[in-house]
């Protein structure tokens, strides 16, 4: 059993781990041509923190809330 503040908590993270992590990307994806290896790790870290804020959907999926 989990509390509401708890699943919401969780749902808030979902989303700024989602969304940091597309940014941190795009921005990598961009800084490659001028700075190959900080556009690179750019993209492998926001990619990372991307797949993190998809596995807490699962994680989330499976909490129940207290009746």
Do not use: E, K, N
């Not at 919401?8 to 800084?31: E, K, N, P």
């Not at 690179?40 to 989330?60: C, D, E, K, N, Q």
Request: glycine letters at 8%; charged letters at 10%; proline letters at 6%.
């Amino acid at each position: 059993m989990t509390s509401p503040r708890t699943i919401s908590r969780i749902q808030s993270l979902i989303w700024v781990l989602i969304y940091g992590g597309l940014l941190c990307a795009v921005l990598g994806f961009a800084t490659r041509p001028s700075a190959p290896a900080t556009g690179w790790s750019m993209m492998v870290v926001g990619a990372l923190v991307t797949a993190a804020g998809v596995v807490l959907i699962w994680v989330r999926s499976r909490m129940a809330p207290d009746s």
